[in-house]
């Protein structure tokens, strides 16, 4: 259904590309700590299957139009180069959780198709469970081969329907599988539709019939009145006429009139009530109706009216940054293991290592767009009312820097923040915890949310 109403209805698509287009922005970009690393991401971004640049958007999108992403993943052999899939939702027939614990997923199984001896089953990627000191240990596996280990499957395994299996499956790869709209409770998905989905078609379903008793109004009728005629010389002088044309004269007695009549369907009413069967579907979805050429109200009212629209937004590209960071870290583990990065956290450039750091940071662009008008008025105020302050001998010129560069940050356009640097060369002193909060909070800067992905095993 979801699919039916992004195809047929527009409010329903502009729903979610509209998310979509305000989680990616201009696109998402990422920087690694160190240049090996960062090669491995390009390689992985720019690879013609992947293609990054414009799957992004597309991925994102089919996260809130189907409330899934189900990633089968392809690992060089020799390389340890990841090419990516997709699997569609509706090819799933179910999930396999831990037994002890069900926010633990283990396996994807696929419908059973025409020809297929067994359901395909994918393992869903998770923590290698290898020995530690193994080069498997800490990092991200999907199933075992000739050269790695700690996964729980090899290819074309079959499992037997057993401890919380229950179909026999053969195992035909690994997979990503994220969800978001469910509770802790599902293990499924939902589309950012669902709620919307009967309030959506009664929308369309009346604006249909309103269209169609808007044609009907637009609809006349010629009434003629012949006086002291009986049906026969009316049908007699029906025959005699011929259609009217713009301009054209009538000539008649007093016997005869002539009146153009069109029905009164009554459509006032129309207008506002589909205005409230849409803002119903808008607040189902968390967008403010202004977004969608609704006026409800004056434009100083219209930050209040889309900051909760921006959390919404800024939590869902919170959850973006997990799917492609945890896609990213398989990436590099998988470059890890098959060796083609070596990594030593020492610091220094004299050692056997490749790599000093296989940590990353994603930048995402900022949801919302500051007015740049009130920053600017804001700014001037605070200069004005910190050097009235030196001035007086209230404060130091120190004291004074220091605000006024916290009020900068605060606004998003601190000059003296730039984007994080390569940790080689720079003193001890030099920490990406002035830009970051953990690993999973972001820091805003220049007008981007940033996110770090620390390599868990560094």
């Known amino acids: 259904f979801a699919h039916y109403f992004y195809k047929s209805n527009p409010i329903a698509k502009r729903i979610i590309d509209l998310t979509a287009e305000y989680v990616v ?249 589909a205005s409230v069967l849409k803002n119903h579907v808008l607040a189902g979805a968390g967008l403010p109706p202004m977004w969608f050429a609704e006026t409800l109200g004056a434009r100083a009212s219209a930050p209040e009216m889309t900051e909760p629209a921006y959390r919404h937004l800024r939590m869902r590209q919170r959850y973006i940054a997990h799917v492609i960071s945890r896609i990213f870290r398989f990436v590099l583990d998988q470059a890890i293991v098959h060796g083609r990065l070596r990594q030593d956290m020492r610091r220094t450039d004299n050692n056997l290592a490749s790599i000093e750091s296989a940590s990353f940071y994603l930048r995402m662009p900022e949801v919302s767009i500051r007015d740049q008008r009130a920053n600017a008025i804001a700014v001037r105020s605070i200069g004005t009312a910190l050097k009235d302050a030196i001035t007086n001998g209230f404060i130091e010129r120190d004291e004074a820097q220091r605000i006024f560069k916290r009020y900068l940050g605060m606004s998003g356009i601190d000059s003296d923040k730039d984007d994080p640097k390569d940790k080689r060369g720079h003193g001890d002193d030099y920490s990406l915890s002035d830009l970051f909060q953990t690993t999973t909070e972001t820091a805003t800067s220049n007008g981007y949310a940033y996110f770090e992905f620390a390599d868990p095993v560094s």
């Not at 139009?65 to 990633?71: D, P, Y």
């Not at 899939?85 to 831990?98: A, F, L, Q, R, T």
């Not at 010629?222 to 009217?244: F, S, V, Y």
């Not at 713009?246 to 000539?251: I, L, S």
């Open 25 to 273: 922005g201009d696109g998402i970009r990422y920087v690694a700590k160190d240049a090996n690393v960062q090669e491995i991401l390009d390689a992985h971004w720019t690879d013609s299957t992947n293609n990054w640049t414009i799957h992004q958007f597309t991925r994102v999108r089919d996260l809130g139009l189907v409330g899934e992403l189900c990633i089968p993943v392809y690992v060089n052999p020799n390389n340890g180069h990841v090419t990516l899939g997709n699997i569609d939702p509706s090819m799933i027939e179910s999930i396999v959780e831990d037994p002890e614990n069900n926010m633990k997923q283990h396996l994807v199984i696929l419908r059973k198709m025409p020809r297929e001896n067994y359901r395909r089953a994918y393992k869903i990627i998770d923590c290698s469970n290898a020995e530690l000191g193994s080069k498997e240990f800490g990092r991200l596996v999907g199933l075992n081969t000739d050269t790695v280990t700690g996964g729980e499957f090899k290819m074309g395994d079959i499992i037997e329907p057993k401890n919380g299996y229950k179909y026999k499956c053969e195992v035909s790869g690994a997979c990503f599988f994220f969800t978001i709209n469910n509770p802790m409770s599902a293990n499924r998905g939902w589309s950012d539709l669902l709620p919307d989905m009967d309030w959506i078609d009664a929308h369309d379903q009346f604006l249909f019939s309103s269209v169609e008793k808007a044609i009907e109004s637009s609809k006349y009728v010629l009434d003629i009145t012949l006086a002291g005629k009986n049906e026969q010389q009316i049908r007699e002088w029906l025959r005699g006429q011929r259609p009217l044309k713009p301009g054209e004269r009538f000539a008649h007695n007093e016997n005869v009139s002539q009146e153009f009549k069109t029905p009164d369907l009554r459509l006032e009413d129309s207008a506002s009530l």
